[in-house]
């Protein structure tokens, strides 16, 4: 079975720097998907970025940007130009190519931002 | 136009109690999910269907049922409620293709 770990239970940083959210996964497949997905104080899961694992391309979307070492099983999230919108629990996630597979997520790391 | 909505947002009641929290999602996914988060914010997967047929139970008691009357709803019945339910239950859709899940905005269960 696939297992998620995220290591940073808290992290925070100053608005506007550049922070770093770790991951690492457990898996015996070749090809996968793994996304990060946001949850703020409202409560709704917000995708956001993915990243498909056959693409050596690292994904971005704006301020974030993923780093996926697929040898070392490694898929970290950088925020750059931090904004107190984005004060939230962070979620990497974990999904099979396999159709109708569900998502197995890690524990999540709560990021603060100091204005 | 909510892609994924469930009701209700909040839901107070007392141990032994039997209720129903419902999902609808307007996205054409064939596949759809219920998540358990609990207090420390861990999410678990508890079911998962497509095309209405059940795929995934994860060793959830048998006090929870999941109803899919279409595709395009999937409600969550539980019986005898316990004060180890309370948690934030979420539904989630996704295409038949292993993109990310859409998720509603979660209810909120408090068992007293």
């Known amino acids: 079975a696939q297992t998620v770990t995220q290591s940073q239970p808290e992290m925070s940083v100053q608005e506007a720097e550049t922070v770093t959210l770790s991951c690492t996964y457990d898996?015996?497949?070749?090809?996968?998907?793994l996304f990060w997905y946001k949850q703020p104080p409202s409560r709704q899961m917000i995708l956001v970025i993915r990243?498909?694992?056959?693409?050596?391309q690292n994904a971005t979307e704006n301020r974030f940007s993923v780093n996926f070492q697929k040898a070392a099983k490694s898929f970290s999230l950088k925020i750059s130009d931090s904004q107190l919108g984005d004060a939230a629990m962070y979620f990497c996630?974990?999904?099979?190519?396999?159709?109708?597979?569900?998502?197995?997520f890690g524990t999540g790391t709560r990021l603060t931002i100091i204005p | 136009d909510t892609a994924v909505s469930q009701t209700p947002k909040y839901l107070v009641t007392q141990m032994g109690n039997d209720k129903s929290i419902k999902c609808e999602q307007n996205?054409?996914?064939?596949?759809m999910y219920w998540y358990k988060q609990d207090s420390k914010k861990f999410l678990k997967i508890m079911f998962s269907?497509?095309?209405?047929?059940?795929?995934i139970n994860e060793t959830v008691p048998n006090r929870f049922s999941p109803k899919s009357p279409d595709k395009a709803h999937l409600n969550l019945h539980i019986n005898s409620l316990e004060l180890g339910d309370s948690a934030v239950y979420f539904c989630?859709?996704?295409?038949?293709?292993?993109?990310?899940?859409?998720f509603g905005q979660g209810t909120r269960l408090t068992v007293v």
């Open positions: 996630a974990y999904r099979s190519i396999i159709g109708n597979e569900k998502l197995t």
């Open positions: 898996t015996s497949e070749s090809d996968y998907y």
């Open positions: 269907y497509n095309n209405k047929e059940l795929i």
């Open positions: 990243q498909e694992a056959y693409k050596q």
């Open positions: 989630a859709s996704s295409p038949s293709l292993p993109t990310e899940a859409f």
């Open positions: 996205l054409g996914h064939d596949t």
